[in-house]
């Protein structure tokens, strides 16, 4: 007899499946207490290893040649990117661009276009970064200086520090090439290719789920508080200011962002990394000593509020904070470097689920079973149209033949 992992209640229903289980993940697990683990390693261990020992620990074998003898995007693909619409949101150009990359490249293998868009994402996202930012022609991609050493040498970043900047980028990216199976965009990536789309059109819709202020521009959003918490307090404010004026922004019901996790009961131990790393090389930039007080005025005011499970501060905190820091001060690309990471683990958990899972024959396709709430009766004169419609849009997904859907 199978074990019960869950039991569903109708109070379960709405709520983003928030807690309900739906699969395996062999890339990645959150523990409460300890923290992310890629594989079996926690992510302190692998920030002290090169992206590429990292990656190839994930996938499960050395994928140092594969980076290098595939990192080098088709031009045709650079050159359809410079010719998009410049004045749309960065990620919208970064999801086409993924489309692209695959109308030009793939070869309808989800393993062999999985390590293709891993080694090709860096030289796809500075072109779109470049193009977006104006920042001139994207030098030719030279995987040989390595995977974030060539991803910092193909950026046109003005006026930066490449030493100093390549080390963030490779930092921020070894923090977030995947975060278990269950967070929006690598859902989303698996359920679109349990339809079969290939590799790419999942990678993409991965993205446009990333850029959602909830998820990907969470770092966007968290950077953009710690600016108005430095407008309103000055670069000379201590802890205990910070801590007065975060009671004050409850008060008066206001957000404050960047700390709390779902499933995280401690500090966020990709944060500390980061906290540790601006708090040495950048503590007097503005931005991040702001960062590190809130770090500990946070905690202190949302412990005053026994409903708050975890009042810790996660990485949104201070990778922002951190990338300005480092000369990167651009917060509307901050999301596509967030995608430059996770589409490496999504693309792993999409070749997993369509070639290894359930001895070889893939998952099936992703179809949640909605119940029809509301009942039939002869007439539907008693009841609203908005609820006549609710019932219809339920028989069309439970009943299909009923109703014939355009596929």
Not at 15 to 30: A, D, Q
Not at 74 to 93: N, S
Request: glycine share 8%.
């Amino acid at each position: 007899m199978s074990d019960v992992l869950f039991e569903i209640k109708e109070e379960n229903l709405e709520t983003g499946l928030r807690g309900i289980p739906v699969g395996y993940c062999i890339t990645s697990r959150v523990d409460a207490e300890k923290g992310l683990f890629y594989r079996d390693k926690a992510v302190t261990e692998c920030v002290q290893m090169q992206p590429e020992e990292v990656l190839s620990y994930l996938y499960g074998s050395d994928l140092s040649k594969e980076l290098v003898s595939r990192g080098v995007c088709d031009q045709a693909v650079i050159d359809h990117i410079e010719k998009l619409p410049g004045k749309v949101a960065p990620m919208k150009l970064f999801s086409t661009a993924i489309l692209l990359l695959g109308m030009f490249e793939s070869k309808q293998d989800y393993r062999e276009d999985a390590l293709n868009l891993i080694a090709k994402i860096p030289h796809l996202a500075a072109a779109v970064i470049n193009y977006h930012a104006g920042w001139g022609k994207t030098p030719p991609s030279n995987p040989e200086l390595g995977y974030m050493q060539n991803f910092t040498h193909l950026l046109n970043v003005p006026d930066s520090d490449k030493k100093i900047l390549g080390e963030v980028l490779t930092l921020f990216n070894i923090l977030h090439y995947d975060h278990g199976g269950g967070n929006l965009s690598a859902f989303v990536g698996k359920a679109v290719a349990s339809g079969l789309t290939d590799l790419y059109g999942s990678i993409a819709s991965s993205m446009c789920a990333l850029a959602g202020p909830r998820h990907g521009c969470a770092n966007q959003v968290a950077l953009e508080f710690v600016q108005s918490v430095l407008d309103e307090a000055g670069t000379e404010a201590t802890e205990k200011d910070l801590e007065n004026l975060l009671r004050k922004r409850l008060a008066e019901k206001k957000l404050v962002f960047g700390f709390g996790h779902a499933v995280l009961r401690v500090e966020d131990p990709r944060a500390a990394i980061m906290y540790d790393y601006s708090a040495k090389n950048f503590p007097d930039h503005p931005l991040v000593r702001t960062a590190l007080l809130l770090r500990k005025a946070g905690p202190t005011v949302l412990k005053e509020n026994p409903k708050i499970q975890n009042p810790y501060p996660n990485l949104d905190a201070i990778s922002g904070s951190m990338l300005s820091g480092a000369g990167f001060p651009y917060p509307e690309y901050y999301t596509i470097l967030f995608g430059v990471a996770r589409a490496c683990g999504i693309a792993m958990q999409i070749v997993y689920e369509r070639l290894e899972a359930r001895d070889g024959k893939g998952t099936p396709i992703v179809r949640s079973q909605i119940p029809l709430q509301e009942p039939l009766n002869n007439s539907c004169t008693d009841i609203s149209a908005e609820k006549f419609y609710k019932i219809l849009f339920s028989i069309s997904i439970n009943f299909p033949k009923l109703i014939p859907i355009s596929k």
